[in-house]
């Protein structure tokens, strides 16, 4: 395979892929896949639409002779995907064209974590980020909806962290006047035991979930409320195109993230491919539809067809989304987050 990097209309190199592994999930949030919309009958997924394990690490293997390092499994809840820590094992055994490893991550709500933390460790999961948006069983069962208590995500957490899976981030979406008021505590909760939390703006991802901009808690609120009670400084990023701004604590009792996607894009450094788990590439969290690369490997392309329809792909790139939010056309269908991969 020939060894090429591909940079889109805005110059932007392809690093990273997110590849969602499954569209189904045990909870219900309500700002991701609200009851109403994924009620009994919503028709998910059958499995002969999703990849393979072997569709998914050819893939894989093609996007990073193009230029990704990261991988990063979601969904759904990706550890609803049977024998997941196979694909982790294809996956770590892939090398970027000058021999490394992939950076091999997962987002995952917790359910499933404490009884696969090992197996995914020992498969070359190199970390997890796990989504838990309130301290407060009541705040956090109505927001999951399905009533899953907070004690068990905090093991999972804990469970990863000795499986070597750390340091775990934890994602916490704020929503006005549903979690905002948890905010301090969770930071409280978390300093200093070397788990990273991440404040995230509630988006206006899909079409499901209702979303308004005054529900959206600006990240700069967030810090000016957790600075005022444990001061804080910014941390210069880890490497270009992160999507969280760096915050520690001035007494040295670690750091925190916000990651700021509504009220301060991150387009221009936006290295993100996402792949859905029926083999669509997205190229914007916010596309309205992708390029169907499951045909093309169903029909029996070469190696050498699929790089050339990634390359495409990717160099006619040119989405912003965020960045043009405010002028941006409501109108227009979004593919839902569950189905496109957080
Ligand atoms: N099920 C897994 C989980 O919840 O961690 C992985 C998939 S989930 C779609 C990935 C991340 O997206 C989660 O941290 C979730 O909180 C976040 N997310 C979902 N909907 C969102 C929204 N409307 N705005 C901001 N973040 C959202
Ligand atoms: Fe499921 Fe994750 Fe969406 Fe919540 S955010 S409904 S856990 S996919
Ligand atoms: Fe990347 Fe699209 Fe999000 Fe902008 S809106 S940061 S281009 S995924």
Known sequence: MVARTVTDTLQRPL????????????FRCVYCMPKEVFGRDFAFMPKNQLLSFEEITRLARIAMAHGVRKIRLTGGEPLLRKDIEELVRSLA???????QPPDLAMTTNGTALAQKAAALKDAGLDRVTVSLDSLDDGVFQSMNDVAYPVAKVL??????????????????????GLNDHDVVAMARH???TGHIVRFIEYMDVGESNGWKMDQV????????????????????????????????????AGEIGVISSVTQAFCSGCTRAR???????FTCLFATAGHDLRALLR??????????????????????????RGANTRAVHKVEMSYIGG
Not at 93 to 99: K, V
Not at 226 to 240: D, T
Not at 307 to 314: H, S
Request: aromatic share 6%; proline share 4%.
């Open 15 to 26: 690093r990273d892929l997110r590849i969602s592994v499954t569209d189904r999930c045990n």
């Open 93 to 99: 055994a892939l090398r970027t064209p000058d021999g």
């Open 155 to 176: 093991h999972a957490i804990d469970a990863a962290a000795d499986a070597g899976l750390g340091p775990v981030k934890v994602n916490m979406v704020v929503k006005r």
């Open 190 to 192: 978390f300093r200093g």
């Open 217 to 252: 808690v600006p990240s700069a609120e967030v810090v000016a409320g957790i600075n005022a009670v444990f001061p804080l400084e910014p941390v210069a990023a880890n490497y270009g195109g992160e999507t969280s701004q760096r915050w520690k604590y001035k007494d040295g």
């Open 275 to 281: 792949l859905s788990a029926d083999g669509k590439l």
């Open 299 to 324: 029909g029996g392309a070469t190696d050498a067809e699929v790089e050339d329809a990634l390359a495409a792909l990717w160099g006619a790139r040119s989405d912003r989304y965020s960045e043009l």
